[in-house]
Each structure stands twice: as C-alpha cells, then as structure tokens.
C-alpha cells in the first residue's frame, strides 16, 4: 500500500531535481517569510480521490497538484508566468517513480502519471501594505497514481 509520505516524497524529490527555480520553493508546512521575496512558490497535494476497486488490485488513486506562483517583481511583469511555465514543463506529462524511503536502490513501487496542466492567472495587481504589485499564477495538474504489481500484492 502506497503511503501519503512516499507519494510526497517522491513529488518533492523530483520537483527539487528538476524545477530550474527550486530555491524558491515555499513547502507545506514550512514557515517562510514572503515579506522580501521577490517571486516564490508554494507547491500542495490538495486532494486524494480513491475510485472502487476489488480488494486484490493494486492501489489506484488521483491527486490534484497545483503550484501557487508568486512575484512582486517590478521589472519583470511576467516572472510570476516564467515561475508557473517552468512548473508546467517539470511535471506535465512526466511519470515520477516512487521509491521505498529506506531503500533508494530498490525498484519502484508506484508511480505518479501526471496529466497536462491548467494555468489560471489571478493576479489582479493587488496592492500589498508596502504598495507592491502582487502576480499569481495558479498551475493546476491531476495525476493517477498506481501502485506496482509486486507493491499491491
């Protein structure tokens, strides 16, 4: 049975591999000040949706996953679209392997198989307190996550 960590884990990992921005990643859970930053995003699994299935089959599921893309870059009206593009291209269409935690050698037991992205630009140049322009691009993307054969069994 694939767990909620290993699925994480295997999201972030890859994430952390491939995004050509991940220092500015904000984490779940993570406490970060956004005060200073120029442009940043905030990566989150918001649902798990499980179908019918028999008792033997393996473990099949789907996830939503959108990355919050941030900027109050002046000079670059478009580094909050450059953020969720970069997103786009990392994970749409891509299968990611989710491996044991403990043993990172060993053949995957899952995998996620995300589908094509949905961007939504909701930036509305919202004033903040220190009078900066606010861009936010919302990235959306669904996957299917499937346990391996050996892994439901």
């Given amino acids: 049975m694939l767990t909620a960590e290993q699925i994480t884990i295997a999201i972030q990992s890859f994430w952390q591999e491939q995004y050509p921005f991940a220092e500015a990643t904000v984490w779940p859970g993570t406490v970060a000040s956004t005060a200073t930053a120029a442009r940043w995003v905030e990566l989150w699994i918001d649902a798990w949706t ?19 893309c941030f900027s109050r870059d002046r000079s670059n009206p478009l580094a909050a679209h450059e953020l969720a593009s970069a997103a786009r291209a990392t994970l749409e269409h891509r299968t990611i392997a989710i491996g044991p935690p403990d043993e990172p050698d060993s053949p995957p037991i899952g995998h996620v198989m995300f589908r094509e992205a949905e961007l939504h630009d909701v930036g509305r140049r919202q004033l903040l307190g220190h009078r900066e322009p606010l861009q936010q691009v919302i990235v959306a993307l669904s996957a299917v996550v499937e346990a391996t054969a050996a892994a439901g069994t």
């Fill in 50 to 68: 499980g179908s019918a299935r028999r008792r033997t089959a393996v473990d099949r599921f789907e996830i939503a996953l959108v990355a919050h």
